[in-house]
């Protein structure tokens, strides 16, 4: 069964973030009162797994192994399950 | 007034996305059995508006104007009022 989850990876507050910075200071110089900006990341996994207890496991796994850095990020994630499109017509 | 801004920047599909493909090739490394990986961005921007009509036409401006791309991007975000955390007690 396929499943979908989309991983949230976020710094930690008190974690420098020169990219949020930078894209702070570019809408400030377009004139937008921005106070502040947190870059993070959002990776949509599509992944196999046999039920939804499993798919949970493997996505904590994935994001303690190697999705998210846990001294510097943390990572929260949704899961669904994913309909396959209709590649295929199998019966 | 403040307002936070979740704004999710997306790689449209069909465009290569060199960095999911990364990152699914060392989950499949791992043992996880992925098919696909999509990596986007997640920016939390804060920033003042006087009501929640314009923060959207803000944030919407943002969008088209600096954090996402439109020929390869598409971005959607969530607006909420920003509570300040009790950084001084003013009254």
Known sequence: MRWLAEVNVRLRPGIADPEGQTIAGGLR???????????????????E?????????????????????????TADWELSADEPAAVGIES
Chains 1, 2 share one sequence.
Do not use: H, I, Y
């Open 29 to 47: 110089a377009l004139g937008f009162e921005v106070a502040d900006v947190r870059a993070g990341k959002l990776l949509r996994v599509t992944f």
């Open 49 to 73: 797994a046999v039920d939804r207890e499993r798919a949970e496991s493997a996505v904590a796994q994935m994001c303690s192994r190697l999705l998210a850095n846990p001294v510097m990020e």
